[in-house]
């Protein structure tokens, strides 16, 4: 069966660094595209990044253009998101979910989610 | 940049039928997408491509599309349909997609 595991979040002081993984099983995971989504406490949901099948194309929010990082392996079947100068705003938790490239908004499997709390 | 626009909330009687709605200038041309997230959970998708339903989704699920509104209606409402919704579309490029604000759908 298909499994998305994230891991990595924590507590980080603003400025800090950390970086997620997610961990696929139970399908190709090369096939697929895959995403991190976040979550705000009470808030709604946000497309952070999202890396292709191949890692050759990448998209990222205006609000982490520039200090945050997606990556894959697909050997290993493992997605990351490296995140720096974290921000207090960034605290949330993090989805990663995969799609097929035909249909990019077809997030038809999610992780459980991992919590990052930016805080001093 | 691009936006979905959802009503906050909607309220709905057991057994009647909610219709949650979700707008966007490029709906027209981009498929639309229904996440249901329930307290503590992660998100699942209840409809694809405006109007498919996933294998486990309940036949009450449906979805429909007229311009740039699209509509996620549940009929015959349960409680365990107590939730939020959210509505994912790509922007006219296709490039990047974006939520709605969501829908807290309360069953009385």
């Known amino acids: 069966q298909v499994q998305l595991v994230e891991s990595g979040g924590g507590l980080v002081k603003p400025g800090g660094s950390l970086r997620l993984s997610c961990a696929a099983s139970?399908?190709?995971?090369?096939?697929?595209?895959m995403s991190w989504i976040r979550q705000a406490p009470g808030k709604g949901l946000e497309w952070v990044s999202y890396?292709?099948?191949?890692?050759?194309?990448?998209y990222y929010a205006d609000s982490v253009k520039g200090r945050f990082t997606i990556s894959r392996d697909n050997a290993k079947n493992s997605l990351y998101l490296q995140m720096n100068s974290l921000r207090a705003e960034d605290t949330a938790v993090y989805y990663c979910?995969?799609?097929?490239?035909?249909?990019?908004?077809?997030?038809?499997?999610w992780g459980q989610g991992t919590l990052v709390t930016v805080s001093s | 940049s691009y936006e979905l626009t959802q009503p906050p909330s909607v309220s709905v009687s057991l057994g009647q039928m909610a219709r949650i709605t979700c707008s966007g200038e490029?709906?027209?041309?981009?498929?639309a997408y229904w996440y249901q997230q329930k307290p503590g959970q992660f998100p699942v998708l209840v409809i694809y491509?405006?109007?498919e339903r996933p294998s486990g989704i309940p036949e009450r699920f449906s979805g429909s599309s007229s311009g740039t509104i699209v509509t996620l209606t549940i009929s015959g409402v349960q409680a365990e349909d107590e939730a939020d919704y959210y509505c994912?579309?790509?922007?006219?490029?296709?490039?990047?997609?974006?939520f709605g604000g969501g829908t807290k759908l309360t069953v009385l």
């Open positions: 979910a995969r799609s097929l490239a035909a249909a990019l908004c077809e997030l038809d499997y």
């Open positions: 139970g399908f190709t995971f090369s096939d697929y595209y």
């Open positions: 890396i292709s099948s191949s890692g050759s194309t990448i």
């Open positions: 490029a709906l027209p041309k981009k498929y």
């Open positions: 491509k405006d109007s």
């Open positions: 994912l579309s790509a922007d006219s490029s296709g490039t990047y997609g974006v």
